[in-house]
């Protein structure tokens, strides 16, 4: 029986030990090119006056398929993960450029401070929404879309109902 020595490894038989390659996670895996030396190197040393039953032949041929169908289902959920993610920050900054202009409160992330004023900017921190408050005091503070408490029409007119229940407008002045 001859040695042979296939990716760095020797053997004295026909089965071989495959580079292996290591993914993200630190966990080792077999690729599809690491089966495909593998069945090569099976079929460069398979003896042809005995040649390996059809069944098993199929059955790797069978693995192989499976591996490349999961390969790339792998690999369309990744994008599709990708694409989400995408559309989920789009759609919450959506959201949040809707507020500009309105007034709105709510609690900072300390979870005392009471944040009031008018939305003057919306901007993606961390893949998060967080909007620009401009207070009454002219100071501007950031408030995270999930910490929002109350949200109002910022206008020029307060509207009011008389005693007999006829609504009527007064302008008002000053900024609210």
Known sequence: MSTTTVNGTSSTTTSTTPSTSTNTTGTTT???????KLLVTQMQNEDPMNPPDDTQ???????????EQMTNISTAINTLNT????YMQQASLSQGAALIGKSVSGVDTDG??????????????????????????GTTA???????????????????????????????????
């Not at 077999?30 to 495909?36: K, N, R």
């Not at 032949?57 to 398929?65: G, P």
């Not at 694409?83 to 995408?86: E, Q, W």
């Open 83 to 86: 694409n989400m993610t995408n």
């Open 142 to 176: 950031n408030l995270g879309m999930g910490q929002i408490k109350l949200v109002q029409d910022q206008s020029s007119a307060t509207t009011s109902t008389d005693t007999t229940g006829t609504a009527s407008t007064t302008p008002t002045t000053g900024s609210v």
């Open 57 to 67: 032949s199929i059955a790797e041929m069978a693995q192989f398929s499976a591996l």
């Open 30 to 36: 077999l690729g599809q090119d690491d089966f495909l």
């Open 112 to 137: 005392t401070t009471t944040i009031a004023g008018t939305v003057e900017a919306v901007q993606l921190v961390d893949g998060n929404p967080e909007l620009e408050i401009l207070q009454s005091d």
